[in-house]
DNA sequence: GATAAGTTTGACCAATCGGTCAATTCTTCT
DNA sequence: AGAAGAATTGACCGATTGGTCAAACTTATC
């Protein structure tokens, strides 16, 4: 997290600071943005003094693009889960539900994600033109493989991976506007798992060739 | 969008500015979120000087009232194509097209309903508990109706409605993200209607009954 | 226990923020 | 033409912004 040429051991006091500005920064950077986020604001959440928060990043962009690398990687750990080995039905069922749980566990990461995108994306770009990009041409050609072995019915794979990420994105972006519909409360441990069930069989039955 | 007490007809000078500024405000509200935009931005894009904005919108809190109020406006336009009195599969496809068609053309009016999401809609908040939720109650109602008669599998309507909301959306706030990966174009108009026809295509598979 | 290094903090800075205001210009009406 | 009102604008205000800095305080090392 912090310079990765520490040597030394760090001070779990050190580290302890550091995490806490760091998670202050997601839970902000993710409720304002970049733009609308600032680091009082921040260093309120952390509560430590704002001089504090500078010690260990320099300057608001430092702790954002910290924060966001660590968004990506949390992503590629579970674009990971895609397994072209398996069956289309196992290998897109375990990607929903690698990436529905994502957005249970770290609604935060995936509203920052959504916020980059939504300001024009000027840190992550390099990353969806080069990294994300080759992710999908690799899997559109499992999902093409697919598709000619009859094991999927006629689709353009890019379109339909654009469905999982709107989806499963959703849980966590619009966990507001769910909780609003739901009473008030967040979706329960149980609404949960039934919504993840249900969008996994929506999406194999509208892909999978009949009576599969 | 000025004061609907208007009683004499509005020149066209300030019909024009009023508008410009409307614009603008949207376009940056879509970009930074509420507290990442500034008046001065607003401004700028209106080319206008500031004090000129503040002429005809008193503050930022009600100039993004106004945009906010206006994009609940074009959501309501879009609810209403869901036709309870046609069948599942065209009720289904022409609210999905309805909402593909709204997020090609007003890509930043669902943009600036994610960032009040995204901040925890302290305006939107009573729309979404009140005419929001009734909407999807009484849809909820027509959809187990259809299931009932046989005529869509078994699911829970609201987990279904997220998902077309989720799809639809996407197509709106993740257009940056999909340009990127597009070679840096935007999706052509072609392009757009091959997406728009898979998402139906594909929800439709998920929830008719097999051999519909 | 002294010295050095690492850490914490209030006070402060220039730039930008939302918003005001008086002076000016443009329109409209008679 | 000229008065009245509407619209436009540069200058300005106090508050907030990201960031700095020197002084004070801890901690590790000998």
Redesign the interface.
């Known amino acids: 997290m912090a310079s990765e040429l520490t040597r030394t051991p760090r001070s779990t006091a050190r580290e302890g600071r550091e995490k806490a500005i760091f998670e202050a920064a997601r839970s902000v950077f993710?409720?304002?943005?970049?733009?609308?986020?600032t680091t009082a604001e921040i260093a309120k959440r952390a509560e430590i003094p704002k001089a504090n928060l500078h010690y260990y990043f320099p300057t608001k962009e430092a702790l954002y693009r910290a924060v966001t690398e660590d968004v990506l990687n949390t992503w590629l750990e579970a674009a990971s889960s895609f397994d072209e080995s398996a069956d289309p039905s196992e290998a897109i069922a375990a990607y929903v539900s690698a990436k529905m749980d994502m957005a249970r566990q770290d609604p935060i990461g995936s509203?920052i994600w959504?916020?980059e995108?939504?300001?024009?994306?000027p840190v992550i770009?390099d990353f969806?033109?080069t990294t994300?990009?080759d992710w999908?041409k690799s899997r559109e050609t499992i999902v093409r493989r697919w598709i000619k072995a009859g094991k999927l019915?006629a689709?353009?794979p890019?379109?339909?991976f654009?469905?999982i990420?709107?989806?499963t994105?959703?849980?966590a972006?619009?966990e507001?506007?769910?909780a609003?519909?739901n009473g008030?409360k967040p979706l329960s441990d149980a609404q949960f798992e039934?919504?993840k069930a249900?969008?996994i069989?929506?999406?194999?039955?509208?892909?999978l060739p009949?009576?599969t």
Chains 1, 2 share one sequence.
């Open positions: 993710a409720e304002f943005g970049y733009k609308g986020s509203r959504a916020n995108i939504l300001r024009g994306a770009g969806l033109e994300l990009l999908l019915v689709l353009e890019r379109y339909f654009y469905m990420w709107a989806t994105q959703h849980y972006d619009f507001g506007q769910m609003a519909l008030g039934a919504a249900q969008v069989a929506t999406l194999l039955r509208g892909v009949s009576g």
